[in-house]
């Protein structure tokens, strides 16, 4: 851990609210990616078998 | 590469099956640049004399700042070939950009106060850089409740290309606008957030890092929403038509 | 085209706004004299904004707009038109009220000119930012909160500059240059900004 | 002929409804198109009007001899019978409205305001506003809603005057008009079949 003096709440902040940010916005990605395709796959096989 | 063969990516199934392979490439890539640029900003770089380890937070500022531009730049390109060209991906990647620039601009704007707090002592000030931003915000909430507001996909990506062009226009006035009423206000720019004129190569090497990170987070990121956006649009068409067969 | 009612609605929201900005920031009057330019102009920006899901509403929900788009009349000649209605049956009578309500702002005796000046150049810039602004939601169940949000940031520059001549009048100051730039954004909009309006409206009315 | 429609595909919020579509209409001539409801009347009559782009196909008409009515008026509720006649014969560059107002027997509500008419007596003042348009063709969607027995005869009068003058007209309806010389179109055979559901490319349509 680095000395990070008298700055130390700014930066830790800043760093800690940008890697929840980003962190944040990958996970809704993904959960979303991961959901369309199931969703996609299940209404497809449906179409398949009802002809 | 010639042109045509590029416009053949614009394709759904052919974005879906050469993303298929690209992805995975591209995801670890930027973690891996993305981790290492932050990192070594975040543990391995000395203090600066004037601004002590407040420095430490241009990792973040500075890139989050230029994707966010960037990303709106995407999307003016990408809203323009949907334009002319017609090709839905084109269309659809603008959406799935919107989130990703609006959190960039929003990491910008959080990591900006943050920095100015110690530097200026004050959490906001009406610098114009800064105005800008908070404008680029608005836009970019703008444009995703257009996006999520109209039902029919290819009415939402004409309206949302359209008001993407209207808006780079305007949002390039109020830039300037910006500029001018605060010098208006206040004689020079005494609170610029503009780092010293000549960075030094121990800074300057890891800023580099950690731009590549975001840049090839925001590919990765873009790449893969993409995807769910071409797969969201077809369960919907898919729905439909079920719906008007058993009508 | 006319027919609309109810745009007297955005003078008494105009009114109010500025009665209310002496009860929340105090009776100062040298206070009150400082900040009435830009008053003026934000209360002038918010009643325009007020009525502008007005513009197609009527229209779309009769049935006209349908009829209109497959008559003779271009649809950039229907929108400059529409734009055009609203501006006179809103920018212009705020454009009209705001030296009465400088008066109860105090608003300083140079300032007068420079407000009415302002405004007159700047709220048909406002009409036909809106105009587009309204053509993109017409259809919309809640298109009025997103009519705001889309709109607000395209006055931007529109609300700068019209506020800044109206400010430097009041101090005495050389106001040419935002004076110059305002023309410039009215006269821009409304001859590139219809086109865009025709464009949404015909997607909508698809 | 005025209006010829060959090999036409048009879609409904991105769902193509009917496609191998071929008619023409020529001067004298009515055609009534017929379908169940959803079928793509609406969105047939919205296309050839200009308001939307077929998805292929072909439309030959003369620019500017067309006039669209669709289900809602486009009535003017602040306005009298006569100013709200009076605009849109302005709007299509006529000035003569006497003849609408005669043929729709509007004359005793003429200085009414259109929002104190009745469901019937705002329908008639629709489809009289077709005549002050000057225009050859009339494609109308449902003109006959609201409309009582006596105002039916009144357009279908109105109608056989229209093509007699070597007017035409497109009428999608489910009533009889009483119009001996109209042709019938039934849509349900051109209803578009679905797409196979792997082609991918095709959903995007």
Redesign the interface.
């Known amino acids: 851990m680095p000395d990070l003096g008298k700055y130390a709440d700014a930066v830790l902040s800043a760093y800690a609210l940008s890697v929840v940010l980003i962190v944040a916005l990958i996970v809704v990605s993904v959960l979303r990616s991961n959901r369309m395709r199931t969703d996609l796959q299940t209404i497809e096989k449906k179409l398949k078998t009802d002809g | 590469m010639n042109l045509n063969t590029l416009w053949e990516y614009a394709n759904p199934k052919k974005f879906i099956q050469t993303t298929d392979r690209v992805l995975p490439w591209v995801a670890g890539l930027a973690a891996l640049t993305l981790g290492a640029g932050l990192v070594w900003g975040f543990f391995f770089t000395p203090d600066d004399y004037r601004q002590g380890s407040t420095v430490k937070i241009i990792y973040l500022h500075v890139p989050s700042a230029l994707m966010a531009i960037n990303a709106w730049l995407m999307m003016l390109i990408t809203s323009l070939v949907w334009i002319v060209r017609r090709h839905h991906v084109s269309a659809l990647a603008a959406r799935a950009a919107a989130p990703v620039g609006l959190v960039m601009t929003l990491i910008a704007l959080l990591t900006g106060a943050i920095w100015g707090q110690p530097m200026w002592g004050t959490w906001w000030a009406w610098d114009p850089r800064l105005t800008s931003f908070l404008i680029l915000f608005l836009f970019y909430l703008g444009y995703i409740a257009l996006w999520a507001a109209i039902e029919n996909d290819d009415t939402a990506a004409d309206l949302t290309s359209i008001l993407c062009l209207v808006g780079s226009v305007f949002a390039l006035l109020s830039r300037y606008a910006v500029n001018f009423w605060n010098q208006g206000l206040h004689q020079g720019a005494s609170l610029s957030v503009a780092p010293g004129e000549r960075m030094a190569m121990t800074f300057k090497l890891p800023l580099y890092v950690s731009m590549a990170g975001f840049v090839l987070l925001f590919v990765a990121l873009v790449l893969m929403r993409t995807r769910t956006e071409i797969r969201a649009r077809r369960l919907r068409v898919l729905i439909a038509r079920q719906r008007m067969e058993h009508a | 085209m006319r027919a609309g009612g109810g745009f007297g609605l955005g003078l008494s929201f105009f009114l109010i706004v500025v009665v209310l900005v002496p009860f929340s920031v105090g009776p100062q009057n040298a206070l009150l004299a400082e900040i009435a330019p830009g008053v003026l102009w934000l209360g002038a920006l918010l009643a325009c904004l007020l009525s502008l899901d007005r513009i197609f509403a009527l229209d779309w929900e009769d049935g006209s707009l349908d009829l209109l788009a497959t008559s003779p009349l271009p649809m950039e000649a229907i929108v400059s038109v529409k734009a055009l209605a609203h501006w006179l049956t809103t920018g212009l009578p705020l454009v009209l009220a705001a030296p009465v309500l400088g008066l109860l702002l105090s608003l300083p005796q140079e300032g007068y000119r420079w407000v009415i000046i302002s405004l007159f150049l700047g709220t048909p810039a406002l009409s036909v930012i809106g105009t587009f602004g309204a053509a993109l939601t017409v259809g919309l169940k809640r298109g009025g909160l997103l009519l705001s949000l889309l709109v607000l940031p395209l006055y931007v520059p529109t609300l700068i500059f019209g506020a800044e001549v109206a400010r430097r009048g009041a101090e005495g100051l050389a106001v040419t240059t935002p004076l110059l730039l305002l023309a410039g954004i009215t006269c821009g909009t409304i001859a590139l900004l219809p086109f865009a309006s025709a464009a949404v409206l015909r997607v909508n009315l698809r | 002929m005025m209006l010829s429609v060959s090999d036409l595909m048009i879609s409904r919020?991105?769902?193509p409804v009917l496609e191998g579509l071929s008619f023409a209409l020529g001067a004298g001539d009515v055609l009534v198109l017929r379908g169940p409801n959803?079928c793509g009347k609406t969105t047939l009559l919205?296309t050839l009007?200009?308001?939307?782009?077929p998805v292929s196909g072909r439309i030959d008409v003369a620019s500017?001899s067309?006039?669209?009515?669709?289900?809602?008026?486009?009535?003017?509720?602040?306005?009298t019978v006569t100013e709200n006649l009076r605009?849109?014969a302005q709007?299509?560059?006529q000035e003569n409205i006497m003849p609408a107002i005669e043929a729709f027997h509007l004359a005793p509500l003429a200085d009414r305001p259109a929002g104190a008419l009745s469901a019937g007596q705002k329908r008639r003042l629709g489809l009289a506003?077709l005549l002050v348009?000057g225009r050859a063709i009339w494609v109308l969607d449902e003109p006959t809603v609201s409309l009582d027995a006596e105002a039916v005869a009144m357009f279908a009068t109105a109608v056989r005057t229209h093509v007699a003058d070597g007017g035409a007209a497109l009428i999608a309806t489910h009533i009889d008009l009483g119009l001996r010389e109209a042709r019938l179109l039934d849509l349900e055979p051109y209803r578009a079949r679905?797409?196979a559901?792997?082609d991918?490319?095709g959903?995007?349509l």
């Open positions: 919020g991105g769902i959803g919205r009007a200009g308001l939307q782009l500017e067309l006039v669209y009515a669709a289900h809602a008026d486009g009535i003017k509720t602040t306005l605009f849109w709007v299509f560059g506003r348009t679905a797409l559901t792997d991918f490319d959903s995007f």
